[in-house]
């Protein structure tokens, strides 16, 4: 059997395209023709990536995105046919892995599924962080540092979660917050500052001298790169 793909397309005649040429290259394909169900859907078969239409009915797939990346960091190949360069990046700030314009050529999203897969490592959508002497569980929602238990709220684990698996990122506050709070609340700028100073004093051995969680002046917050 090949590796599910979940394919998230409310244009029958899209999705059954690229369905048909994923599955001729040996993957298994299911279709969601919404947001909800693509969460459901998601949630029951854990399929290897996901292919994700941005302009869905109802929960659009950048909302999609958002609650996918909160659990998992299956890989995101966002298609959109919106011509703006700024949903694709908001597309890429909430954690989807590359993109794909309509109309596109069937080859070039195979190839992109498959670049994607290589770079995933395969399967795994609740991988075990392991850097710089933290190790984060997603799966289980624990963090040590050293070996021992970091005890985390829900929200200072999403933001060090969703760092900690894009080292050397830059990610800006506005970003940061539709990641961990989602578009539906309302915080801001201090919501985000203060949510940092809380994960720092925690985890930090010297909080006024981060190595996790560091500031980038101007730009937001990054976890660095191993090793940087
Ligand atoms: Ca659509």
Redesign the pocket.
């Known amino acids: 059997m090949g590796q599910t793909i979940l394919v998230v397309?409310?244009?029958a005649r899209?999705a059954d395209v690229i369905a048909k040429n994923l599955e001729a290259v040996g993957f298994e394909c299911h279709q969601s023709p919404d947001g909800g169900r693509a969460l459901a859907d998601f949630a029951r078969l854990k399929p290897a990536l996901v292919v994700l239409?941005?302009?869905?009915?109802g929960l659009d797939?950048l909302e999609v995105t958002r609650r996918l990346r909160r659990d998992s960091d299956v890989p995101i190949l966002v298609?959109t046919?919106r011509t703006s360069e700024s949903d694709k990046l908001l597309g890429l700030e909430l954690g989807a892995d590359d993109y794909i314009t309509k109309p596109f050529s069937t080859a070039e999203l195979v190839a992109r599924v498959r670049a994607l897969l290589r770079r995933s490592g395969g399967t795994l959508t609740e991988r075990v962080t392991e850097t710089a002497g933290l190790r984060i569980d997603p799966g289980r929602r624990t963090v040590e540092r050293d070996g021992q238990p970091v005890p985390l709220t829900t929200l200072e684990f999403d933001l060090l979660h969703f760092l900690a698996t894009r080292p050397g990122r830059v990610f800006s506050r506005e970003a940061l917050m539709e990641h961990v709070w989602g578009s539906d609340r309302v915080v801001d700028d201090r919501s985000i500052d203060s949510l940092v100073s809380r994960v720092r004093r925690k985890l930090e051995t010297d909080p006024s001298k981060p190595r996790y969680v560091q500031t980038v002046w101007g730009a937001g917050y990054r976890f660095p790169e191993e090793g940087a």
């Open positions: 397309e409310d244009d899209i239409d941005l302009g869905l009915p797939g298609v046919a």
